[in-house]
């Protein structure tokens, strides 16, 4: 009987995760199936429960769980310790647990796969909740030059920014305290372009050259990506890549083997202009 492991989230219908795990699977000859779950708002951990007690080996953790998934966890690892948002679980004999591999997925995606340098360049990342507390430690450790959160409620940003006191140079505000500044590498960590909502960014955010990279993804360009076209990014990527890096390595932690990831790519992307065209 094939091992089971899922997503759990709230939308989560949109997910790319079952089709993504089930090629690892088959590229790797892993016997397992992997779906996409529903959770109630209000009831993630029952639903959790429910599944381990059904089988389950593993699950990843959507939007808006992955803080919740965190204080479920009976074992953290660091990353997941650090960012306090889990975005991957592990089920066995010993407890539940947490992983975070949303930055590793994020810095393979823009190094390996976009060839951006991060060293010595200055980032803003918007958004303080579960996606962003999940990348922002990577992020420091690439060392960019100087790094600031924004988000719509500038408490939260200062709180995260104080949760990472003495990891690198970094700086909180909210959206409307970024006018005057310019970054060379924004990143939209908002679940905004999941509910079709523009961002109130200020003009001249997008320095000359900058690559604007939104860690949600669809049919076409996010309106997040759009704003950031009109506003002069000269280059734009959605998450795509990060989903599927970050599915490797959730991949690797389950079932000890990292697969490829270019096939995988290619193929959601093959699909994704196939569906736009009809």
């Known amino acids: 009987m094939s091992e089971r492991y899922g997503v759990f989230g709230n939308p989560v219908n949109h997910s790319k995760s079952p089709a993504i795990h089930a090629a690892f699977a088959a590229a790797c000859n892993q016997d397992l199936a992997y779906e996409a779950i529903l959770a109630p708002r209000d009831g993630?951990?029952?639903?959790?429960?429910?599944?381990?007690?059904?089988?389950?080996?593993?699950?990843?953790?959507?939007?808006?769980?992955?803080?919740?998934?965190?204080?479920l966890a009976t074992r953290l690892t660091p990353r997941?310790?650090?960012?306090?948002?889990?975005?991957?679980?592990?089920?066995?004999?010993?407890?539940w647990l947490g992983d975070n591999t949303d930055g590793a997925g994020l810095l393979r995606d823009l190094t390996n796969n976009l060839g951006c340098t991060i060293s010595g360049t200055r980032v803003l990342l918007l958004g303080a909740g579960g996606a962003a507390r999940g990348v922002l430690g990577p992020l420091l450790e690439a060392a960019p030059s100087r790094l600031v959160i924004a988000n719509r409620t500038p408490a939260s940003a200062h709180e995260l920014a104080?949760?990472?006191?003495?990891?690198?140079?970094?700086?909180?505000?909210?959206?409307?305290?970024?006018?005057?500044?310019?970054?060379?590498?924004?990143?939209?960590?908002?679940?905004?372009?999941?509910?079709?909502e523009p961002l109130a960014l200020p003009d001249g955010i997008f320095a000359p050259g900058s690559l604007a990279y939104d860690m949600m993804y669809g049919q076409g360009q996010t309106p997040f990506l759009l704003l950031a076209a009109s506003h002069g990014a000269t280059r734009l990527a959605d998450g795509l890549g990060m989903l599927v890096e970050q599915a490797?390595?959730?991949?690797?932690?389950?079932?000890?083997?990292?697969?490829?990831?270019?096939?995988?790519?290619?193929?959601?992307?093959?699909?994704r202009n196939e569906c736009g065209s009809r």
């Open 44 to 71: 993630f951990a029952d639903c959790v429960r429910v599944f381990v007690a059904a089988g389950g080996c593993g699950a990843n953790v959507t939007v808006p769980f992955k803080q919740e998934a965190c204080r």
């Open 80 to 95: 997941a310790r650090l960012a306090g948002a889990v975005n991957t679980l592990s089920f066995d004999s010993t407890g």
């Open 162 to 196: 104080e949760r990472m006191t003495g990891a690198g140079k970094l700086g909180a505000c909210s959206y409307p305290q970024l006018a005057g500044e310019s970054f060379d590498l924004v990143i939209n960590a908002t679940s905004a372009s999941l509910a079709g």
């Open 248 to 271: 490797a390595e959730a991949f690797h932690l389950w079932r000890g083997i990292r697969p490829a990831t270019a096939p995988v790519m290619a193929m959601l992307r093959a699909d």
